[in-house]
């Protein structure tokens, strides 16, 4: 396993751990699909929620919010899409995002609509 995949594992990690201090169910990780992957699906109350995360060690090329463009949202909700195919009936739906810009995570509720 390179460092990347390694940091990038550590990183969902710590933000599922995050997450479920925060109240959260984890559903899901790395849900992959030919359109693209969903980081973590976690459930808050009755809403299913998409979670993308991001980190960054440096801000050399922007923060890692920053890092989530609309090719990325689309990718994320088209992978949505086909996860939701399989849940019936389809509960209320959101895009989160937690980044690590260095130790502590930071979650951005809501922080993409549907695009498209």
Not at 61 to 80: L, Q, T
Not at 89 to 101: G, I, K, N, Y
Request: aromatic share 10%.
């Amino acid at each position: 396993m390179t460092y990347a995949l390694r940091a990038g594992a550590q990183a969902e990690e710590i933000a599922a751990d995050f997450l479920a201090a925060k109240g959260m169910h984890i559903v899901a990780r790395n849900f992959r699909t030919r359109f693209g992957e969903i980081d973590l699906i976690a459930r808050d109350g009755e809403s299913l929620v998409f979670v993308e995360v991001r980190m960054r060690t440096s801000d050399y090329f922007g923060g890692a919010a920053d890092s989530v463009d609309v090719p990325k949202r689309c990718r994320v909700v088209a992978a949505a899409r086909a996860y939701l195919a399989l849940v019936h009936p389809e509960p209320p739906c959101r895009f989160d995002v937690v980044t690590l810009d260095g130790d502590s995570p930071r979650w951005i509720r809501a922080a993409f609509d549907v695009v498209g």
